[in-house]
């Protein structure tokens, strides 16, 4: 069961946005990943401490807990930043619910697309679980409803993601077969890449791991 840490940081100007913790574990039935979002105390709106003096302490500022089945599928999502919550899964497309702060008030959401997206690295491990690209083939076009934090609004967006090579390297525990992906914005144009090594995210834009003290688990 691969357990670490990755940060978070802001993919134009860099800036700290915390630390995501997380542990994540294959099964017969599929995938789990559970997360907490953590920033530091202090903090200003952008997420960077606001001097630089001794490292502050954090607190937790959101989660992720998300189930694929064995196909890559979200069979269940729950999401909380800024007071909200969403939960969500694939239904004739994908469904959810967003919740506001009070509890009060519940809104419903479906749309036709295959998968959720967000900042969290576990979006970017189940969309490639899902695709199974090879690599050399043709770009494979995805559309995915994106949770944007801290707010959680739903926003629908197409990319395609292209596999561009899986190279092995030489690890204390054995070969690890790396995946570079290349994910372009179809709205934008903007391409980056990713690489993932079984279920964990090595790189990615605003993602770095940062401590890991299991190897990565191996879809089979």
């Not at 979200?74 to 899964?89: N, S």
């Not at 290349?182 to 990713?194: F, I, M, R």
């Given at each position: 069961m691969p357990r670490g840490r990755y940060s978070r940081h802001d993919t134009h100007d860099h800036t700290p946005l915390g630390e995501e913790h997380f542990h994540c574990a294959t099964g017969t039935s599929g995938w789990r990943y559970v997360s907490q979002i953590t920033a530091p105390i202090g903090t200003g709106s952008g997420g960077a401490p606001r001097d630089n003096g001794a490292p502050r302490e954090s607190t937790v500022t959101g989660s992720v807990d998300l189930t694929t089945?064995?196909?890559?599928?979200?069979?269940?999502?729950?999401?909380?930043?800024?007071?909200?919550?969403?939960?969500?899964?694939?239904?004739?497309?994908v469904t959810w619910v967003r919740t506001d702060p009070t509890g009060e008030h519940a809104t419903e959401g479906h749309v036709q697309a295959h998968a959720f997206t967000g900042a969290s690295p576990a979006f970017l491990v189940a969309t490639a679980r899902l695709l199974r690209l090879t690599p050399g083939a043709p770009a494979t076009r995805v559309r995915l409803v994106a949770f944007t934090e801290p707010v959680l609004a739903p926003r629908t967006l197409d990319q395609s993601w292209a596999l561009l090579k899986s190279e092995a390297h030489?690890?204390?525990?054995?070969?690890?077969?790396?995946?570079?992906?290349?994910?372009?914005?179809?709205?934008?144009?903007?391409?980056?890449?990713?690489?993932?090594?079984?279920?964990?995210?090595?790189a990615a834009p605003g993602i770095e791991l940062e401590d890991l003290e299991s190897p990565p688990s191996v879809f089979t």
């Open positions: 089945d064995e196909l890559g599928r979200p069979v269940r999502l729950e999401l909380h930043a800024g007071g909200w919550q969403v939960r969500g899964a694939a239904l004739e497309g030489a690890t204390d525990s054995g070969p690890l077969t790396v995946d570079e992906y290349q994910v372009t914005e179809l709205d934008t144009g903007e391409q980056h890449a990713v690489h993932i090594a079984g279920d964990v995210v090595l």
